[in-house]
C-alpha cells in the first residue's frame, strides 16, 4: 500500500513539474536567475531530475545512473521540450525503480547514508531535493 501511494505522489508531483515548465513564457526564462535567487528553473529542473535518478534510479532500481552534480548547475540552455523529457524519464524511472521493490524492502535501511545518517527505505519521498520549488516565472526577459 505504502509503495502505490509514493508512486502516485511522485506522479502527481513530477506531472506539477512539467506543467510549471511548460508555463514558462520561453525557452530562454528557463534560464534566468534573478537577483536573490541562487538557481534558475532549468537549472533546479536538472538538478531535481539528478537527485531522483541517483537517489531512487540508482540505490534502489540499480539503474547504473552515475550522477553529474555539478553539471546540473553548470548546464543551461536546454529547451522547454528537452527539460519536459528529462522528466519524463525520471518520472518513468521512479515508477519502474519503485516496481521492483515490495513492502519489506521499505523496511530494510536505504542502501547509502543521506545527510549523515541512515534511513529506512520507506521514508523515500522526502529524499534531498524533492520538494525544490522552481522560482517565480519571469513575465518577461529583463
Known amino acids: 500500500m505504502l509503495l502505490e501511494i509514493q508512486k502516485q505522489l511522485f506522479a502527481r508531483d513530477l506531472a506539477k513539474l512539467v506543467e ?14 534573478k537577483d536573490g535567487i541562487s538557481n534558475s528553473g532549468g537549472n533546479l529542473v536538472l538538478h ?8 531512487i534510479g540508482a540505490q534502489l532500481g540499480e539503474t547504473g545512473y552515475v550522477r553529474q552534480r555539478d553539471r546540473e548547475f553548470s548546464d543551461t540552455g536546454l529547451s522547454k ?11 518513468n524511472m ?8 515490495d513492502e519489506k524492502d521499505l523496511a530494510k535501511t536505504y542502501p547509502i547514508e543521506v545527510m549523515g545518517k541512515e534511513w529506512p ?5 522526502i529524499a534531498p531535493g524533492y520538494t525544490l520549488k522552481l522560482p517565480p516565472r519571469p513575465n518577461k526577459l529583463s
Open 81 to 91: 521540450e528537452d527539460l519536459i523529457g528529462k522528466v519524463r524519464f525520471t518520472a
Open 20 to 33: 510549471e515548465i511548460e508555463h514558462y513564457p520561453t525557452n530562454e526564462s528557463l534560464w534566468v536567475v
Open 94 to 101: 521512479v515508477a519502474e525503480s519503485l516496481d521492483k521493490l
Open 121 to 125: 527505505n520507506r521514508l523515500l519521498p
Open 48 to 55: 531535481l531530475c539528478g537527485n531522483l535518478n541517483h537517489f
